[in-house]
């Protein structure tokens, strides 16, 4: 049985799924990020040393931050930093460092139009 509590969850929880699937094809490269959350920023560090400018959410600055954090771990799987190129989910950092060291990095990045050369 619904009250209208758990009617206006879910309606905010469709809403932050559907946002998170828009903003995740919305750009060549994506990172889902929290500002205090230091893997975020090595895989920040990375994409800038390979020369991709990836758009950054920092979900801990938005005010859905639970419902975003929610939705990201139901449907990918993974905590932050979860990192969608091509808008395909590549996931968190063990995953992108393993396409990585296989070289398939760049070229799915070649691929997204994140990088040029
Ligand atoms: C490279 O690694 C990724 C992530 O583990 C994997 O999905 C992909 O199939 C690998 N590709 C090759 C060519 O080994």
Request: aromatic share 6%.
């Amino acid at each position: 049985m619904q009250n209208p509590a758990t009617e206006r969850y879910s309606s905010l929880e469709t809403a932050v799924a559907e946002w998170v699937a828009r903003v995740a094809a919305g750009s060549a490269v994506v990172i889902f990020s929290k500002s205090t959350c230091s893997m975020c920023h090595a895989m920040k560090v990375l994409l800038y040393g390979i020369g991709v400018h990836p758009r950054v959410y920092e979900v801990d600055e938005d005010p859905r931050s639970e419902e975003i954090e929610r939705t990201l771990s139901s449907s990918t799987g993974n905590v932050v930093p979860v990192v969608f190129i091509g808008g395909k989910l590549v996931g968190s950092m063990d995953r992108v460092i393993s396409f990585h060291i296989n070289g398939t990095l760049v070229p799915l990045l070649k691929n997204a139009g994140a990088l040029w050369l």
